[in-house]
């Protein structure tokens, strides 16, 4: 079975902001993984104490590639679970979406590969 190109994790952050910048979602890097393979963890925080943790995972049975939740609920609980994906891969790549309405765009075509 031949394998789908993948895009390097650095071309995806960029595409990623991108987009959140032209649908006026502030977003920032928080921290730099590897540029090629390094996997990528969204954090929404909604302005109001809370926040949720995404990362990309496969669904076995299609192969396809899928946003799952981390975490969810008060900021600072957030953030120790993202500090504890960090401890566990350094090349994880965090980036930090502000948005009151919660949106990451990540149900949107084309964000999940």
Same mark, same amino acid.
């Given at each position: 079975?031949?394998?789908?190109?993948?895009?390097?994790?650095?071309?995806?952050?960029? /595409?990623?902001? &991108? $987009? =959140?910048?032209?649908?006026?979602?502030?977003?920032?890097?928080?921290?730099?993984?590897? #540029?090629? !393979?390094?996997?990528?963890?969204?954090?929404?925080?909604?302005?109001?104490?809370?926040?949720?943790?995404?990362?990309?995972?496969?669904?076995? /049975?299609?192969? &396809? $590639? =899928?946003?799952?939740?981390?975490?969810?609920?008060?900021?600072?609980?957030?953030?120790? #679970?993202? !500090?504890?994906?960090?401890?566990?891969?350094?090349?994880?790549?965090?980036?930090?979406?502000?948005?009151?309405?919660?949106?990451?765009?990540?149900?949107?075509?084309?964000?999940?590969?």
């Amino acid at each position: 079975m031949a394998t789908e190109p993948r895009l390097s994790a650095d071309f995806w952050v960029r /595409a990623y902001l &991108a $987009r =959140l910048t032209l649908a006026n979602i502030p977003a920032y890097i928080t921290h730099r993984g590897d #540029a090629t !393979a390094g996997a990528v963890l969204i954090k929404c925080a909604t302005l109001d104490g809370r926040a949720r943790a995404f990362q990309r995972g496969y669904d076995l /049975a299609s192969g &396809a $590639r =899928l946003w799952t939740q981390l975490a969810d609920g008060p900021e600072p609980e957030v953030d120790a #679970a993202i !500090a504890r994906q960090r401890r566990y891969d350094p090349d994880l790549w965090v980036i930090e979406i502000e948005s009151r309405e919660g949106r990451t765009l990540l149900d949107e075509e084309g964000l999940s590969s």
